[in-house]
């Protein structure tokens, strides 16, 4: 099947610096990606849906300054988390669907972890 | 071998019927997602179990841990209930199962 890797897996920076997560599609061209989090004991949570060479589209509530996504092919998406707060320590999640198909193929995640 | 399987992979159902949706999963784990994606959405999650049961209008989502399973139950099925639902499971990292696909027919 289609697979979706995500860098790094593990990830700890210190409060007010940025971290980028990569989101790659391996094997397949993806002209859409999705960007999901989830915080300590909740569940996940949509945070933006990203096509390729245009502006991702930012769910309500989640700041488009702050979490910048840039989908450049159809292979890459990042996030890059800037200006980091404890409160931002989540699971942050990446799926991505194929040019000829709506099923979502999901990344193994990304643990951020902000000091 | 997929730490996470589901059954069945497609299920096509008239309205009004009861449907199940099974997981099975093979690592250890802190909590269990049940997820919906309708065609070209995102997710939507449904439910996120760690023990026993939970309900949530017309969906019930169980899920026992010694067993390593968990089942999602629609009753009175509609038509915009199709959709694909995926369980992910979470341990040191997500693992995803690859979905049902449901088709409820009018």
């Known amino acids: 099947g289609a697979v979706v890797s995500q860098h790094p897996s593990r990830v700890i920076c210190k409060s007010g610096t940025s971290v980028k997560i990569e989101c790659r599609s391996l094997?397949?061209?993806?002209?859409?990606m999705f960007w999901y989090r989830q915080f300590p004991k909740q569940s996940l949570m949509l945070m933006a849906t990203?096509?390729?060479?245009?502006?991702?589209?930012?769910e309500q509530g989640v700041e488009k300054d702050k979490f910048l996504i840039n989908h450049a092919s159809l292979t890459l998406s990042t996030l890059t988390v800037t200006s980091a707060h404890p409160e931002d320590s989540s699971f942050y999640i990446c799926?991505?669907?194929?040019?000829?198909?709506?099923?979502?193929?999901f990344g193994p995640g990304t643990r951020l972890t902000v000091t | 071998k997929n730490e996470v399987e589901q059954s069945p992979q497609n299920l096509t159902a008239q309205e009004g019927e009861f449907i199940t949706i099974n997981c099975s999963y093979s690592?250890?784990?802190?909590?269990l997602h049940w997820l919906q994606q309708h065609p070209g959405g995102g997710i939507v999650s449904l439910f996120m179990?760690?023990?026993g049961k939970k309900k949530h209008g017309r969906l019930i989502a169980t899920i026992n841990i010694q067993e390593k399973h968990s089942s999602l139950h629609i009753t009175a099925s509609h038509p915009r209930d199709s959709a694909v639902y995926i369980c992910?499971?979470?341990?040191?990292?997500?693992?995803f199962g690859t979905g049902t696909s449901l088709t409820v027919i009018p």
């Open positions: 690592v250890g784990i802190s909590a």
């Open positions: 799926s991505a669907s194929s040019v000829s198909s709506y099923e979502q193929y």
């Open positions: 094997d397949f061209q993806a002209t859409t």
């Open positions: 992910a499971v979470v341990g040191n990292q997500f693992y």
């Open positions: 990203s096509n390729e060479g245009s502006k991702a589209t930012y």
């Open positions: 179990l760690s023990s």
